[in-house]
């Protein structure tokens, strides 16, 4: 699955599934977030132990997780976290950040589109994404590529400052995303990646 592609600025990356070596990488491309990026994340990223838990994760199979990278720098983590039960086993939640320099020159949609990948070959039918209110930015991403508010769960959840916030549950169907972001990345040159 390891892709170079090029972004809109001309710079290129390289989008690859994350390998176990890279707790201290993970690390780093976390601790370099503003606070304010991650004011919002479901969980302490820079913890060392939420890091572990996470390959934890991936090596039972709960999760599939992407990373791009420049050099031997982590710019931008996703995740596809499989419900694998019973009545949820055909959905999935999206994760995603993009480290600040390589936002808005389409790097979130490119990682988007290999984890919808990841997911039609897990036979996911359904994603969903979860969110807090003020992140206004990645709702308006998220509409763009399918996804409508399902549920909104006021003062469900609390940032990491400990103010409870809203909590946004939006979701899409894999058949109806696809198509939607066909049409948002009509004209996109698909030759750029390599």
């Known amino acids: 699955m390891d892709k170079t592609v090029e972004l809109k600025d001309g710079s290129t990356v390289l989008i690859r ?23 919002f994340l479901r ?6 132990e939420y890091i572990q838990r ?30 694998g039960h019973e009545w949820k086993e055909h959905v999935a ?24 990948a990841l ?4 036979k996911v039918e359904e994603i969903v994404v979860k969110m807090m209110r003020p992140q206004k930015g990645a709702r308006a991403i998220f509409r763009k590529l399918g996804f ?3 549920i909104v769960m006021p003062d469900y959840v609390k940032d ?14 894999l058949e109806a995303l696809w198509k939607e972001m066909e049409e948002f990345l009509h004209g996109w040159d698909w030759q750029r990646l390599r």
């Open 119 to 122: 997911a039609a070959a897990d």
């Open 148 to 150: 409508h508010e399902e």
């Open 17 to 39: 599934p994350m390998i176990r070596d890279e707790l201290e990488k993970s690390l780093a491309f976390f601790h370099a977030l503003p606070e304010e990026d991650r004011l």
């Open 160 to 173: 990491r400052h400990g103010q409870k916030q809203d909590l946004i549950v939006m979701r899409c169907d």
């Open 43 to 48: 969980t302490d990223v820079i913890r060392k």
């Open 93 to 116: 939640e999206l994760r995603l950040i993009v480290a600040r320099p390589y936002q808005r020159k389409g790097l979130g949609l490119l990682m988007a589109r290999e984890l919808y």
């Open 54 to 83: 996470r390959f934890r994760d991936i090596d039972a199979g709960r999760v599939k997780r992407i990373v791009a990278v420049v050099g031997d720098e982590i710019v931008a983590d996703g995740a596809l976290e499989l419900e």
